[in-house]
T-cell receptor
Framework: DADVTQTPRNRITKTGKRIMLECSQT?????MYWYRQDPGLGLRLIYY???????NKGEISDGYSVSRQAQAKFSLSLESAIPNQTALYFC?????????????FGEGSRLTVL | QKEVEQNSGPLSVPEGAIASLNCTYS??????FFWYRQYSGKSPELIMS????GDKEDGRFTAQLNKASQYVSLLIRDSQPSDSATYLC??????????????FGAGTQVVVTP
């Protein structure tokens, strides 16, 4: 099993629907991140969290919300999905002793908004 | 303009040759740099990190950093078909508030031809 697990791996939805992407990790890391990847734009940070009570906005947080339900679980929600949120979403983690550039990524969740 | 720029490629490299990937950055505060490898349909994987000017070698990979020229490169010696992937460059400042500020380039696609 992967150390960082994302569900669902693929999702097709319609404009206006609420979507939740979930991430769980068994690495024991305290820091968790949500990124989106778009062709030609690379990876952009949506939200990150240092622990259950510490959640921070990233570069592109508008239209997204997150919840850190437990040290090992970090979910991303799109309250009302729109087509330009079609992208590949990655959850990532980092742990003690690792710097801000040393990330372990989940397998990714491909979201298509019609 | 992105803070971290890469040529998107594809960079076509004969098997056994050296692949040379380049990355430039605009933020002079960036001090730590990372190379991630991403196979098609897979998640990024950290392969190299470099924090000081000069070269850092790890197996067939060499990372080079020139802070004066704001330039980072990755050399892949004896390229193999298994090296065919997209390589992401990322940079961040080494300060206490650097978390969540890692900047990724859009990636360079490398194709190693037998």
């Amino acid at each position: 099993d992967a150390d960082v697990t994302q569900t669902p791996r693929n999702r097709i939805t319609k404009t206006g629907k609420r979507i939740m992407l979930e991430c769980s990790q068994t690495k024991g890391h305290d820091r968790m991140y949500w990124y989106r990847q778009d062709p030609g734009l690379g990876l952009r940070l949506i939200y990150y969290s240092f622990d259950v009570k510490d959640i921070n906005k990233g570069e592109i947080s508008d239209g997204y919300s997150v919840s850190r339900q437990a040290q090992a679980k970090f979910s991303l929600s799109l309250e009302s999905a729109i087509p330009n949120q079609t992208a590949l979403y990655f959850c990532a983690t980092s742990g003690p002793g690792q710097g801000p550039g040393e990330l372990f990524f989940g397998e990714g969740s491909r979201l298509t908004v019609l | 303009q992105k803070e971290v720029e890469q040529n998107s490629g594809p960079l076509s490299v004969p098997e056994g040759a050296i692949a040379s990937l380049n990355c430039t950055y605009s933020d002079r505060g960036s001090q730590s740099f990372f190379w991630y490898r991403q196979y098609s349909g897979k998640s990024p994987e950290l392969i190299m990190s470099i924090y000081s000017n000069g070269d850092k070698e790890d197996g067939r990979f060499t990372a080079q950093l020139n802070k004066a020229s704001q330039y980072v490169s990755l050399l892949i010696r004896d390229s193999q078909p298994s090296d065919s992937a997209t390589y992401l460059c990322a940079g961040v400042a080494r300060t206490t508030d650097s978390w969540g500020k890692l900047q990724f380039g859009a990636g360079t696609q490398v194709v190693v031809t037998p």
